[in-house]
């Protein structure tokens, strides 16, 4: 490339500035005017010329002195033909002749005798030597100054004054040393204090689980029988050699290392040294810095370093020693202050260090390639070696009672006698009804002391720092680090505006980012710190205590209003509680009391919640108790009637494990993630080898560091990383304006490459609830021939079933409970009556015209294992007593009596299932007279045993106005639509027929087993024939394809394909997941997850497990519980799963724009120094300031302004920094670049005008940069690279399919084209004051006015140039301008038609048919 460059420059081999003109000739040398002229000294005033007479006379006051001027005084005037010596230190004694106010002009210039040519010009001025006279450098009128001259005259060009040494002995310097010196022997001998001291260390530490599991020969606490469980069972670690615990990052996930500390005296001020000594580094650079701009002492520049070079040297030298420290820092702040601390065994620790292996989720599934696995190979041996997973956090010990504990994200570590160990607790009262109840006296006050000391109060404090210190937490990392050094170096280099210009946008950047991050934490504090005042038996007695103070064992008494601060059972009475914070459930939930039976109870398992509240929930109503005496008193004889038992409190409710979720969320990495850090190695080795450059081409001295150290700072621009955000944050507030909320940005990248979106069905394709349908009757195992839709015209008997087979209460007249119960209610047009004082009656209905009662006097809940609920009835009128089981119609089919089910039962179930309802069955058995004694003491299978299917009753699950239309527009976005439900298999694949999420011609088959050990039997979905091999139907494929057979599979069936591995060949043709458990579905999408980045939408509750561990997850749904999932919206339509899509696709391709160009900015700017220091040129400051601040930072964020497209395209935005399609946009754009450059230089080389009027820096002091831009060859650099600047920001605009068309982006344009306008105006127009700021086609006015143009005074300060301008020709300029506008259409057309257009698609296209594609295919 130099060769190149000199071969562009000159014709000759010496390369030499102005030796050769463009026909090859030597270069004559040229005229150069207005140079000033040196003092001329005489031994008398007569001496001096006529143009440099003295005053004749001075005025009254004063006298001539040695200066040749007038004082009044001539004590303190300096006579500067001394030199600054002293009189008797020359030969003669010499006067100054007055200084001569005119220039002159110097023929045939030569830098290399500039002096004595000047001189010669002058001494012809002034007549001191013939007007026709040539130059002769032995004679230029005057003697050269010396001390011991003695001539009649001699020049006053005094020799340099040598520079002042700094000698590094000064006392600042002795300092320096000594506080150094001090300090590393202080180091050294605190380090040895510390190893002598933890000699035993290894052995100290400990490993703790942070799951409780049940700890063998464990014995109940105290005399209840609670089981205590604690986390350090069960855990097999493999002992490092010496019995110490192995290090973090060899334990298994889940398994923390503990290791204890104590406070040290000498260590807390060896800390606080550190710290200093932190502050030290940055107020040194802060002082040479200053010292450079002469601030330090009195305003003389290196008033303190002495000279340029020894401040440069002090400086490098300064910076490398902060830097390597400031990095210590950085790396080692988690585990700093332990380190000044001194390990024991953890009984004696102040601080407990827990050290945690973090994984890392990687989603880089098929987009990785040699080079990033090669990387990625690397990071994770360095990872293992260095233990760079690990998390280390320091807790303090502290003493509960008898306890010593520390707390780690929110939970509770207490020190165990046996173990020696931290161990984390939880309490089992019981697992079934029956031993719940027997808990129902509550806790003495010791041990509600002794349980809360072991798990911890009940309540999750959440800190939130202030903004100072989440600011200085911000910046004290690598990114920052990088910037603050870089920054460093460009106000040492006299570019500190734009240094201020940069580190205000890093600070603005840094504040916005630190405001977001504490709004979100306050808004989890708010949720988090929950307190009220409850009353509690305590000691047998009822006391008002904070709920902070509860324990498990508690028993609290409930009322209407009250939010519940536990997860607990109602123990007596029934419960009306608003859910909708945690499953988003606007329908309130009835809970009921334990039964006396030894039921199976799991607060996890969906049979167990009609029993259950949760913390974080809101009680509505609170009703008595069938087992207290009077309904309605409230307290009976001081005792409440609605009690809860205490289960759990803290981060062991669902809502404490919410919350820790959402404070400790599970890493991610995008491939962005994993290439950018290849990225930023190729560009740190493309900076390495612009700096290498930089040091050659500058001269190998202290001075080219800095030029260097510049280039590698712009070739990997501070602002890079944040060009990544960008885009995200656009998108994220254009996804709030559509009421669709993030609170994990980087997961808008990861929506944009979504190829699999999995649905739930109810309340997210369908509407909320369902709608009656209707009832058909079973009579005398036959069906009737149509459904009945009218209720009030059944008969009596089943009237009074489907008005009391349900679990709905009526508070304050509206109705609470299962949506379908409820909506089966409604229909009846029954009533609930008021509570009466009979102990048997737990509700009383009455018909719609008042003529039937029935009372309600048993009834068992709905259970998921039974798929069923049952009531005992007793009608008011006739005395008899009713049994209903309600249920699956598979379930009541098995249930009922075999002479009451009809031959074609099943077939017409699956045919109302077919066509999209939901279907229920209701069986029925009169008792008769019964006594209610003896109904109360029927276990539920003898009430249920001997019933007649009655009924079934049908309900429609109608789909949402937007639903349809927004799964067409998945399926043109490419992406895969999936439903995953815990209704039946029947009526899913209706609805995904009738939401266009299965074609309309294809077939489904359904494949359904009992239970997972059951084998799986297919059949026709539409004509229920078994299908025996699925293979040959998959084998039959479409135009498309893909097989036209789409697979269905209940919740069963998936386990099964799940344990026989059957399941990974089957994903891609199964459209249905049905009857699915929460944990089904998160398997379901782990599963897809392995294929494709997979999506989850789904309107809360049960769904929130599968909307956390999915790549992306959006929750319909404004509840508290949504904000496990990154996505969440209260629009309730899948029309917000499109919008996700749409604008993680901008956001993505907005993301890659602003990288590639900040790249472009890079690549261009580490052309453009190199050029120019090659040329030994630098282009104006002005340019610089342009280039950093309006273009850089302004056209950044213009282009980040591209509008959303209107639809979704049918492919995804690529996310590989290092992919073809990046590569080849950004190295092309580079490479054509360069070109054009190398063009116009050489294009300024073929100007006749040009060659001999190179700019010669022989002269120059190459460290002052700003007076190295005032020549053609900088003005050429300058016009070229401001266009290519500005115009990377016109190229990536583009949207290609994710954005809108390129005008439609009006910040960009107007920017854009402003920039434009202001480049070409500059570039084409003659001079003027507003090019002079540019310092093009500038120049002094003298010389510009003798150009020809009449100009006015230009305001510009002297130019450091031979000619004094660099005004450009007229037609030159129009050439070059032409060539800039052709660089530009060629990079438009190559990003357009080349990266975007047909030629990349066909060269993609052939790479594909010649090397195959590695794209999954999924059928649509």
């Known amino acids: 490339m130099i060769n190149l460059l000199c071969g562009l420059k000159y014709s000759a081999p010496t390369c030499v500035a102005n030796s050769v003109d463009a026909a090859g000739n030597t270069c004559p040398l040229v005229d150069r005017s207005g140079l000033s002229c040196p003092v001329l000294c005489v031994r008398d005033f007569s001496d001096c010329p006529d143009a440099l007479q003295p005053p004749s006379k001075c005025a009254a006051d004063e006298q001539l002195c040695d200066d040749g001027a007038c004082h009044r005084s001539c004590d303190a005037v300096e006579n500067p033909c001394l030199c600054g010596l002293a009189a008797a230190d020359v030969g003669a004694t010499y006067k100054s002749c007055p200084v001569y106010a005119g220039t002159v002009t110097v023929q045939h210039y030569d830098p290399s005798v500039k002096q004595e040519q000047i001189e010669f010009a002058c001494a012809q001025e002034w007549g001191l030597v013939s007007s026709n006279a040539t130059f002769d450098r032995s004679d230029t009128g005057a003697a050269v100054w010396a001390a011991n001259e003695t001539a009649s005259a001699m020049w006053g060009d005094c020799p340099l004054a040598q520079d002042p040494e700094l000698t590094f002995t000064e006392s600042f310097c002795l300092a320096f040393y000594g506080i150094i010196g001090a300090e590393v022997v202080l180091y050294l001998l605190w380090h040895v204090y510390k190893s002598i001291r933890e000699r035993h260390a290894a052995r100290m530490r400990r490993v703790c689980s942070q799951s409780p599991t049940t700890a063998a020969g464990e014995q109940p606490l105290m005399e209840k029988d609670a089981k205590v469980q604690s986390g350090t069972s069960s855990i097999d670690i493999p002992m490092s050699i010496g019995g110490s615990v192995p290090p973090a990052s060899r334990l298994p996930s889940g398994v923390l290392l503990l290791r204890g500390f104590k406070n040290d005296v000498a260590g807390t001020l060896m800390y606080c040294l550190t710290l200093l000594s932190t502050a030290g580094w940055i107020v040194l650079l802060a002082v040479i810095v200053s010292d450079y701009y002469g601030t330090v002492r009195g305003g003389v520049a290196y008033g303190l370093l002495a000279n340029s070079n020894t401040s440069m040297a002090v400086f490098i030298f300064v910076w490398h020693l902060a830097a390597v420290w400031l990095i210590a820092m950085v790396a080692a702040k988690r585990r700093l202050r332990n380190y000044f601390r001194i390990e024991c065994a953890l009984p004696m620790a102040n601080v407990v260090q827990v050290e945690e292996r973090e994984d890392e989720v990687i989603m880089t599934q098929g987009n990785q390639n040699r080079l990033t696995e090669l990387v990625s190979s690397v990071r994770d041996a360095a990872v293992r070696r260095f233990g760079l997973d690990v998390v280390a956090e320091s807790c303090a010990a502290r003493l509960a009672g008898r306890h010593r504990y520390f707390e780690y994200r929110c939970t509770r570590y207490v020190l165990s006698d046996k173990t020696g160990s931290f161990e984390c607790h939880s309490f089992v009262l019981g697992d079934t009804h029956r031993s719940l109840l027997e808990c129902r006296d509550g806790l003495s006050t010791a041990e509600a002391q002794e349980r809360q000391a072991r798990i911890g109060e009940n309540f999750i404090g959440v800190f939130v720092p202030s903004f100072p210190v989440g600011l200085m937490q911000e910046l004290f990392s690598f990114f920052y680090l990088y910037q603050l050094m870089t920054m460093w170096v460009w106000f040492y280099f006299n570019y500190y505006k734009m240094a201020l210009v940069q580190m205000g946008v890093i600070l603005i950047s840094a504040n916005i980012k630190v405001f977001i991050r504490l709004r979100s934490e306050r808004r989890i504090k708010g949720l988090a710190e929950r307190r009220n005042r409850c009353r509690v038996r305590r000691d047998g007695a009822w006391v008002e205590l904070d709920t902070a103070e509860l324990a498990p064992g508690d028993v609290v008494a409930v009322e209407a209003g009250m939010e519940v601060m536990c997860d607990g059972c109602v123990l007596q009475g029934e419960v009306v509680a608003d859910e909708s914070s945690l499953t988003g459930e606007a329908m309130p939930v009835r809970k009921l009391p334990l039964k006396r039976d030894d039921i199976a109870y799991d607060p996890q398992s969906s049979s167990s919640k009609a029993y259950s509240v949760y913390s974080g929930t809101r009680v509505l109503q609170c009703t008595g108790s069938a087992y207290a005496g009077a309904a309605g008193a409230g307290i009976e004889g001081g005792e409440p009637q609605t009690q809860v038992l205490v289960l759990r409190t803290r981060t062991g409710t669902d809502k404490g494990k919410l919350i820790q979720r959402i404070l400790f969320p599970t890493r991610y990495s995008f491939v962005l993630d994993e290439q950018l850090r290849v990225a930023i190695l190729i560009l740190l080795a493309y900076g390495g080898v612009g700096f290498s450059l930089s040091i050659w081409l500058m001269g190998h001295d202290l001075t080219s560091w800095l030029y260097g150290t510049f280039v590698l700072s712009q070739t990997l621009p501070p602002l890079l990383p944040a060009a990544l955000v960008i885009g995200q944050s656009v998108a994220a507030d254009r996804l709030r304006r559509q009421h669709i909320y993030c609170v994990d940005l980087p997961r808008i990248l990861c929506a944009a490459k979504v190829r699999v979106f999995l649905f739930d069905k109810t309340g997210t394709l369908t509407k909320e609830g369902l709608e009656y349908y209707g009832v058909q009757q079973i009579a005398a195992g036959q069906i009737a021939g149509e459904q009945q839709q009218d209720m009030q015209q059944l008969p009596a008997h089943l009237q009074i079933g489907f008005a009391a087979c349900h679990a709905v209460a009526d508070l304050d007249g509206q109705l609470i409970g299962n949506p379908v119960d409820v909506e089966q209610f409604r229909q009846t047009g029954w009533r609930i009556q008021a509570r009466r004082g009979d102990a048997h009656s737990l509700d009383t209905l009455t018909s719609p015209d008042g003529r039937t009662t029935a009372h309600v006097v048993r009834r068992f809940e709905f259970e998921h294992a039974r798929q069923s609920m049952a009531v005992a009835v007793q009608d008011a009128g006739t005395g008899h007593v009713h049994v209903f089981v309600k249920g699956s119609f598979e379930r009541i089919g098995q249930l009922a009596r075999a002479g009451s089910v009809p031959a074609d039962y099943d077939a017409t179930a699956a045919a109302w299932a077919r066509r999209g309802c939901y279907v229920l069955a209701l069986a029925h058995r009169d008792l008769g007279a019964a006594d209610l004694g003896d109904v109360g003491r029927m276990t539920r299978a003898q009430l249920e045993a001997g019933c007649d299917l009655a009924s079934l009753l049908l309900f429609r699950n109608n789909l949402k106005e937007d639903t349809a239309q927004a799964i067409a527009e998945l399926r043109r976005g490419d992406t895969r639509t999936v439903m995953v439900t815990g209704d039946t298999a029947m009526t899913a694949v209706y609805v995904a027929r009738e939401c266009g999420m299965v074609p309309e011609n294809s077939r489904v088959l359904l494949g359904e087993s009992k239970t997972p050990a059951d084998e799986i039997q297919w059949t026709d979905a539409d004509t229920r024939e078994p299908v025996g091999d699925i293979q040959p139907c998959l084998a039959e494929l479409g135009s498309d394809g893909f097989p036209t057979t789409e697979l269905a599979v209940g919740g069963a069936a998936f386990e099964r394909l799940c344990a026989t591995g059957e399941i990974g060949a089957l994903l891609p043709s199964i459209r249905v997941f049905a009857r699915m458990t929460p944990g089904g579905k998160v398997e379901c999408a782990k599963w897809h997850m392995r294929y494709a980045v997979t999506a989850m939408c789904g309107d809360g509750g049960n769904d929130t497990g599968a909307l956390r561990a999915a790549h992306v997850g959006l929750a319909l749904s404004d509840a508290e519980a949504s904000i496990v999932s990154p996505f969440s919206s209260s629009r309730r339509s899948i029309g917000a799963c499109v919008a996700l899509l749409r604008e993680g696709r901008s956001g993505l391709a907005t993301s890659f724009s602003a990288f590639k160009f900040l790249v472009n900015y890079a690549t261009t700017m580490s052309m453009l120094e190199i050029v120019q220091f090659y040329f030994s040129v630098i282009v104006p400051q002005a340019v610089w300031i342009m280039v950093d601040s309006i273009i850089s930072v302004g056209l950044l964020l213009a282009v980040t302004q591209a509008r959303t497209a209107r639809r979704l395209a049918a492919s995804r935005p690529t996310a590989r920094l290092l992919g073809a399609h990046t590569l ?197």
């Open 1224 to 1420: 080849a946009s950004i190295w092309g754009q580079t490479a054509i670049n360069y070109a054009f450059l190398y063009g116009a230089m050489a294009l300024l080389f073929a100007q006749g005008w040009f060659r001999c009027h190179e700019f010669d820096s022989r002269d120059i002091d190459t460290s002052l940069w700003w007076l190295l831009g005032d020549n053609y060859e900088a003005e050429v650099i300058s016009i070229v690279c401001l266009f290519q600047f500005i115009n990377a920001a016109g190229v990536y605009n583009y949207g290609y399919r994710y954005r809108r068309a390129w005008a439609t982006n009006y910040l960009l344009v107007l920017v854009y084209a402003a920039c434009l306008a202001v480049v070409s105006a500059v570039t084409l127009a003659d001079p003027n004051r507003f090019g002079c700021l540019f310092r093009i086609n500038c120049g002094n006015t003298p010389t510009v006015r003798a150009l020809g143009y009449g100009a006015a005074s230009l305001d510009v300060s002297d130019y450091n140039s031979p000619i004094g301008h660099n005004v450009l020709p007229r037609r030159f300029r129009w050439t070059l301008w032409g060539l800039c506008v052709a660089n530009i259409a060629v990079c438009l057309a190559y990003e357009k038609l080349v990266v975007l257009g047909p030629v990349g698609r066909r060269v993609k296209a052939w790479w594909a048919a010649r090397h195959g594609d590695r794209k999954l295919r999924l059928k649509l």
